[in-house]
């Protein structure tokens, strides 16, 4: 993963890009130059809060970094948010499943709100189009016209370019990935998440180990001992080191399922790369060849042979510095310009 960092020394009135990550359990934030160095940055757990709660801690981290921009003299050219879920690009509203009390929550006209008069821009956008985004400009995509992000982590969304364009769909839904079919029969479970999020996100892995534990048709030495309501996808993938044979069966179907969605990716879109993202890449990374074995069992043989399967060059800060492209003033070129020089 490329190294993340902040510039100690801010030059004199340097224009800046203010990017916001809303993930299901944290809050980033960020000040960017317009080359993509980190001038600021800050990060709240999110702690269990929902509904305004959440948005509260928004505009108190977008108030901070507006404050540490006048301190060292930054002007910010925008705000760009990124959000998990669906960002309503007219009415500025946001579905986030993953977010108790956030089926329409007006997000934008919060943020304006809080910024008062000054008229700064605020642009909200989906984590998935945001990830593709930042690893257009500063990641694995530098120079990809066609390229597939892949972010698993407590959801499970897809950001796709397209001929160099975000692919939004109609809605601007497209890359809700967390709902591909990839298993038969239906099951209530996948109404809430979808079939491939219920078997292949963080909680996901969570779940379908605690279903195996429970059915004991294999014993777990390690997870067995860790109360239901406390196993997470961290634990699995502790265990699965130490050969438990529950996480290595939950590993071995995730890998399946995400060789599959990868397939399909590979077949309809015949995309450059694939770029495996999220918080479960992290642990993940290192099944990204095993991913691409299965992949590779299934997809277009000719579009299989010359994609890249690769982890993320911007690890969890994807998201991020996708959202702070999203800002770039007027005369000063967008974030395809920059990254092409």
Not at 1 to 19: D, H, K
Not at 46 to 69: C, E, F, K, P, Y
Not at 256 to 284: D, H, Q, R, T
Request: with cysteine.
């Amino acid at each position: 993963m490329r190294p993340f960092f902040c510039v100690s020394v801010v030059p004199e009135r340097c224009m800046a890009l203010l990017g916001l990550d809303l993930g299901g359990t944290k809050l980033s934030g960020g000040l960017f130059d317009l080359h993509g160095r980190c001038l600021e940055r800050r990060e709240t757990l999110l702690a269990g809060r929902s509904g305004s709660d959440v948005g509260t801690a928004i505009t108190t981290m977008l108030s901070d970094l507006r404050l540490q921009a006048r301190v060292s003299s930054v002007e910010i050219s925008g705000i760009g948010v990124s959000v998990p879920g669906i960002a309503h690009p007219i009415n500025g509203k946001v579905w986030a499943p993953n977010i108790s009390g956030w089926d329409n929550y007006p997000l934008r006209d919060e943020i304006r709100a809080a910024v008062g008069p000054a008229g700064l821009p605020v642009i909200v956008d989906s984590d998935r189009a945001c990830s593709i985004l930042g690893e257009r400009w500063q990641g694995a995509a530098r120079g990809a016209r066609h390229a597939v992000f892949l972010a698993v982590g407590t959801g499970i969304g897809a950001g796709i370019l397209v001929n160099g364009d975000v692919l939004r769909g109609a809605q601007d839904i497209a890359g809700a990935t967390g709902w591909m079919a990839l298993d038969q029969p239906f099951r209530e479970e996948y109404v809430q998440c979808g079939c491939f999020e219920y078997h292949a996100s963080g909680p996901g892995l969570a779940g379908i180990a605690r279903n195996l534990i429970a059915e004991q048709s294999i014993r777990s030495p390690r997870l067995s001992s860790i109360p239901f309501d406390r196993l997470t996808a961290h634990d699995v993938f502790a265990a699965h080191e130490a050969n438990d044979p529950v996480a290595k069966e939950v590993i071995r179907r995730a890998i399946i399922a995400w060789g599959a969605a990868a397939a399909n990716f590979v077949s309809l879109l015949n995309p450059e790369l694939i770029i495996f993202g999220g918080g479960v890449f992290g642990p993940a990374v290192r099944f990204i060849d095993d991913i691409r074995r299965e992949a590779a069992k299934w997809a277009q043989p000719i579009s299989m042979r010359s994609v890249r399967f690769v982890p993320s060059a911007l690890g969890n800060d994807a998201a991020l510095i996708g959202a702070a492209s999203l800002t770039f003033p007027a005369g000063h070129g967008d974030s395809t310009a920059i990254m092409e020089d």
